[in-house]
């Protein structure tokens, strides 16, 4: 078993950053395949960005690319998302997955946090 917990979120001013970390224990963090994912009101949940269980792939969904960052610390057990240029379509409720595969399906994930709110005003 595998417990997340995910922090950070708020509300920001779009163009703004916010900085989500997600703690990890129970079975060690660097088993296990890292995603960020996000559902917003009335939308599907929706693939943030994924991060193998080293660090060294990553892989981003189009809309964040050159805005997020996924990073991990092994040794603390902790994945991060580093948001910047936020947009009011980024407001969701983000959540940290865990799973043995690098992957950009959700259904590839066995662990989920219980989300963070994100609100980016306009």
């Known amino acids: 078993q595998v417990q997340l917990v995910e922090s950070g979120g708020g509300l920001v001013q779009a163009g703004g950053s916010l900085r989500l970390p997600c703690a990890a224990s129970?079975?060690?963090?660097?088993?296990?395949?890292m995603g960020w994912f996000r559902k917003a009101p009335g939308k599907e949940r929706e693939l943030v960005a994924a991060?193998?269980?080293?660090?060294?792939?990553?892989y981003y969904a189009v809309s964040m690319r050159g805005r997020f960052t996924i990073s991990r610390d092994n040794a603390k057990n902790t994945v991060f998302l580093q948001m910047n240029s936020l947009k009011p379509e980024d407001t969701a409720v983000y959540y940290c997955?865990?799973?043995?595969?690098?992957?950009?399906?959700?259904?590839?994930?066995?662990?989920w946090g219980q989300g963070t709110q994100v609100t980016v005003s306009s």
């Open positions: 129970g079975r060690t963090a660097s088993s296990n395949a």
């Open positions: 997955a865990a799973g043995l595969d690098y992957s950009s399906s959700a259904r590839d994930y066995d662990y």
């Open positions: 991060i193998s269980r080293r660090g060294g792939n990553t």
